[in-house]
């Protein structure tokens, strides 16, 4: 933890420019009620919603200790597609029946061309994984690191 927290110093000092960072959370879920549109701002989307100025936006919380590991944000991000209707993934993907891949792939490209850094906050509050979880279990094959590649790593 601690060469973590150094290169996050050294990382944040070497900057010239301020790190604003956020995470989208709760209410749970987070686009309960909504969908399209509404549902990307509730997600900080560039473009959707009330313009910010964060450059950094965390999508939390991935629990493995959660009956499907998906929390709060991170459950959105998992299916995007439940949230959106066929003509919004239609103008999003340019496909009326777009896989939650393609989703993804178009809403981090909304991210990215803002120059807005997502990344997906894993554990939080409620879950202790030094304390439940061994290494094995994170590391290995189809572990929890094998299963945020799958959400987060594609292209």
């Given at each position: 933890i601690f060469s973590v927290l150094a290169t996050l110093i050294v990382v944040a000092q070497s900057r010239s420019s301020p790190l604003f960072v956020t995470?989208?959370?709760a209410p749970y879920p987070t686009c309960g009620g909504v969908t399209d549109?509404?549902?990307l701002a509730?997600?900080?989307?560039?473009?959707?919603?009330?313009?910010h100025k964060?450059?950094?936006v965390n999508l939390?919380?991935?629990?493995?200790?959660?009956a499907a590991g998906l929390a709060d944000?991170?459950?959105?991000?998992?299916?995007?597609?439940?949230?959106?209707?066929?003509?919004?993934?239609?103008t999003l993907t340019g496909s009326s029946s777009a896989s939650a891949s393609?989703?993804?792939t178009a809403i981090k490209k909304k991210f990215s061309d803002a120059g807005v850094k997502l990344l997906l906050s894993v554990f939080g509050g409620t879950s202790h994984p030094m304390n439940a979880f061994s290494e094995a279990s994170i590391t290995q094959s189809n572990g929890l690191c094998d299963k945020i590649a799958d959400v987060v790593l594609e292209q």
């Open positions: 995470y989208v959370s549109g509404d549902c509730r997600l900080g989307v560039p473009g959707y919603g009330a313009d964060y450059n950094i939390a919380f991935y629990v493995p200790d959660g944000a991170t459950a959105v991000w998992n299916n995007p597609g439940a949230y959106m209707s066929s003509s919004f993934k239609q393609q989703i993804r």
